[in-house]
């Protein structure tokens, strides 16, 4: 498998970006999919996430702000990041739920996110 985000930029407090990320390698659309990010010096949490079926959920700190959504035909997820804060800037990643995992390096396969930084 195979993912590869895009999007990302600097952005000021208040603006948008939208993240895509195409996976390859494995059957997408039967898959639940979630963006997820990284802050420096924090662990990564996901921030979003959409099922095979469409149905969305959303961490709390960005409810409201974000929206995932997903192209099965394109094997690609979106988020659309509104209303962007300081505290977004991290480097976002999609993945599988659970995450893809690499018996090759006994961990999680993260593939190439994509940074969003924020500027107050």
């Known amino acids: 498998v195979q993912l590869q985000a895009s999007g990302g930029g600097l952005v000021q407090t208040g603006g948008s970006l939208r993240l895509s990320c195409v996976a390859s390698?494995?059957?997408?659309?039967?898959?639940?999919m979630g963006w997820y990010r990284q802050a420096p010096g924090k662990q990564r949490e996901l921030v979003a996430h959409i099922t095979s079926g469409g149905s969305t959920n959303y961490a709390d700190s960005v409810k409201g702000r974000f929206t995932i959504s997903r192209d099965n035909a394109k094997n690609t997820v979106y988020l659309q990041m509104n209303s962007l804060k300081p505290e977004d800037t991290a480097v976002y990643y999609c993945?599988?739920?659970?995450?893809?995992?690499?018996?090759?390096?006994?961990?999680?396969?993260w593939g190439q996110g994509t940074e969003v930084t924020v500027s107050s």
């Open positions: 993945n599988r739920l659970p995450p893809y995992y690499s018996n090759y390096d006994r961990a999680n396969y």
């Open positions: 390698g494995s059957i997408f659309s039967l898959n639940d």
